[in-house]
């Protein structure tokens, strides 16, 4: 589905262009003349890879996600869009995010969070944030925003953005389309949005349409498979909370609506135990605050959840058989 959004918007200056088209579909494996499927899913990196690829050739490159993202409207997402169209508001609309945003992507979990009376619905992704990915998670934050404009009887415009990557030389195309400020280097990839939105009633939110739905997605998660990205959620569910301190496995598991002995039992199906998990977690977030900020060591290791630096140096070494302080001067004269 995405992917037919962004060869439509690489091609839109030139419909006749036919065997760019192809060659573009060709690149993630899909028949350009088959009928488009929301169902039928791309590997992340050929689709990072497409992303990447039509922005260096956009003369307009910076501007290729707000143009994909705002193309998105609810009926493109099938069962999904029509279950997100009618719920009764739009806190609704992003709780059914939270929860069936599975049946569109195995590489990423949406999560509405309330902090100090704060409202943010949130994208969680794992993985090196590559240029390809932060182009994918720009297109889904401008997709949130469009289709919550799309339902709401209330006009809506986020109260603020928020990207953990870095931004552009020129915002202005962002800051025309979401219509508020957006903040890059942030510690989420996120829109805030008012409570007087949250409540406003969608066009049409119906209490029994709402019912049928939820029941029928609540069946195609059922039919997905359970390996499916458990990890993955696992991780970035870690990852949201170690600077708060290293969660347990009942808290992940509740936030998965699981039980923490079942939370372990898949986990050990497929092969992983939740401690390896938070390991990986600490890992990654610990190697991208060391390449891509100045943060002192100290900060670094409060921020992956430990409480000493000399703790976080020792797993460090284990992790990747050098010190912090090592690595990093490794990377920034690479």
């Given amino acids: 589905m995405f992917v037919q959004k962004v060869i439509d918007v690489a091609t839109s200056v030139d419909p006749t262009g036919g065997d760019r088209r192809r060659d573009l579909f060709r690149s993630v494996g899909i028949d350009s003349d088959a009928p488009v499927d929301p169902k039928q899913m791309v590997s992340d990196k ?35 869009g029509l279950a997100w169209k009618s719920a009764i508001d739009l806190r609704g609309s992003y709780q059914r995010s939270e929860r069936y945003a599975r049946v569109l992507t195995s590489v ?72 508020c400020p957006v903040h890059y280097n942030a510690d989420r990839d996120a829109i805030r949005v008012s409570k007087d939105h949250l409540i406003a009633p969608n066009k049409l939110g119906d209490p029994s349409i709402s019912a049928f739905f939820d029941s029928h997605m ?53 092969g992983h135990a939740f401690q390896d998990l938070v390991d990986e977690a600490r890992q990654d977030l610990a190697i991208r605050l060391l390449r891509r900020t100045d943060y002192a060591l100290a900060e670094v290791a409060f921020l992956t959840g430990f409480a000493e630096q000399s703790a976080f140096t020792r797993a460090f070494k284990r992790w990747r058989g050098e010190t912090p302080a090592s690595f990093r001067r490794t990377v920034q004269h690479a």
């Fill in 108 to 179: 990423s979990t949406y999560e509405f969070v309330e902090e100090n009376g704060a409202f943010f619905m949130a994208l969680n992704r794992a993985g090196e944030r590559h240029l390809g990915m932060r182009l994918s998670n720009e297109q889904s934050i401008v997709a949130v925003t469009q289709i919550s404009r799309e339902v709401s009887q209330q006009p809506f415009s986020p109260d603020a953005v928020y990207f953990k990557h870095s931004g552009p030389e020129d915002l202005s195309a962002h800051e025309s389309y979401f219509g």
């Fill in 46 to 80: 050929d689709y990072y890879a497409l992303c990447e690829r039509v922005t260096r050739e956009d003369p307009h490159g910076a501007s290729v996600p707000i143009r994909v993202g705002s193309s998105m409207r609810c009926d493109d997402y099938g069962a999904f």
């Fill in 218 to 270: 609540e069946k195609e998660i059922a039919e997905l498979p359970e390996a499916q990205e458990l990890d993955g959620r696992v991780r970035n569910l870690v990852l949201r909370a170690l600077s708060e301190g290293v969660p347990n496995v009942a808290d992940v598991a509740a936030r998965l609506g699981l039980s923490a002995r079942t939370l372990q039992r898949r986990l050990a199906a497929q």
